[in-house]
């Protein structure tokens, strides 16, 4: 496989009572979302697989450690995936789980992501004690977000609020911004109802009001390019509308190329029963001026359409750029 594309290679028949003689080891990192991620996956192969045997192995990884700056500063998206797949190239691991908006375009040679668990809700949660939105929080109010894309939308909304970093799991976050330290900050959606923490979302922001990050609710597993049992049993587990629509947001990343200080957006829809879908990507700099969107209908019915609406989306956006939009900061 080339690890420049996304594409999904799986046996198409649904996988059945696989006997398992060892225990398969899931590597991913310690933080309660990600156990949180992992245990539904072990649930799925369970229910798919009676008997089977999984240990987790916790890693902690360079994005885990750095809580004091903005992963954009300090190398991006593979922080959170380094350490997992060396453990997965090494063997100390049979596959890795990761949320698919943390992972890189280009995977490691010999690895690929061979399932997609079904998406959760891609959209952001907006908390706040002084609004229900973000068009409602008082002039000069102060958001906390380390997430560039959010900061972006958010500026380029109301340019007069303030951004601050906030760094932290779910709890962190919240128990900040009890104590006044922002006024508002955002959440994934899908991160709080995978933790069970979804009765606390009042306000949900609408993709256009805040598109969501590439992937973002979706949730991959890696392993070995040539573990053909293990891709057996994740078959079992893999959602096709999934694999789609991440499919068409990674390749529309993948084109745009852009460092880790560009903010980027993109959600595809679940394809309608005469396989159109509806395709909206988004560039910016990351102080929110010249915000760049495009949107796209099309059929979407495999892989290789969904890839080629990425591709599409990405080449047309980019075209549309001054030279230095991708690498500003």
């Not at 225990?23 to 192969?45: N, Y």
């Not at 061979?114 to 958001?143: N, Y």
């Not at 919240?174 to 009765?199: I, Y």
């Amino acid at each position: 496989m080339n690890n420049n594309s996304f594409c999904i290679y799986l046996n198409s028949k649904t996988v059945t009572n696989i006997t398992m003689t060892t225990t398969l080891k899931i590597g991913t990192r310690a933080s309660p979302l990600a156990l949180a991620q992992t245990e539904i996956v072990i649930a799925q192969l369970k229910a798919a697989h009676p008997g089977l045997q999984t240990e987790i192995v916790k890693i902690v990884t360079s994005g885990d450690r750095i809580q004091d700056r903005a992963l954009s500063e300090a190398g991006g998206k593979g922080l959170f995936t380094k350490e997992i797949e060396d453990a997965l190239l090494a063997g100390t691991i049979d596959c890795a789980v990761h949320s698919m908006k943390d992972m890189p375009t280009i995977l490691p040679e010999g690895l690929v992501i061979s399932c997609l668990l079904k998406r959760e809700d891609p959209r952001d949660a907006f908390f706040s004690h002084k609004a229900k939105t973000i068009d409602d929080l008082p002039h000069g109010a102060t958001v906390g977000t380390s997430s560039l894309r959010r900061q972006a939308i958010v500026l380029a909304r109301r340019p007069d609020l303030k951004v601050a970093l906030f760094r932290g799991n779910v709890g962190t976050r919240l128990k900040k911004l009890e104590e006044g330290v922002v006024d508002a900050t955002l959440l994934a959606v899908a991160g709080l109802n995978r933790l069970g923490q979804g009765h606390l979302i009042e306000n949900i922001l609408e993709p256009d009001v805040m598109l969501p990050a590439v992937a973002q609710g979706a949730v991959g597993i890696e392993v070995r390019d040539n573990d053909a049992h293990t891709k057996e049993l994740l078959a079992a587990i893999h959602c096709r509308i999934t694999e789609l629509r991440v499919t068409a947001e990674r390749a529309f990343l993948e084109t745009m190329d852009g460092s880790c200080k560009t903010p980027l957006a993109a959600l595809m829809s679940e394809p309608d029963p005469h396989h159109r879908v509806r395709f909206d990507v988004l560039a910016a700099r990351p102080d929110g001026k010249d915000v760049k969107k495009a949107s796209y209908v099309a059929q979407v019915s495999n892989v290789f359409e969904a890839r080629q609406l990425g591709l599409l989306a990405g080449k047309e956006l980019k075209e549309k750029l001054p030279a230095d939009y991708l690498t500003s900061k």
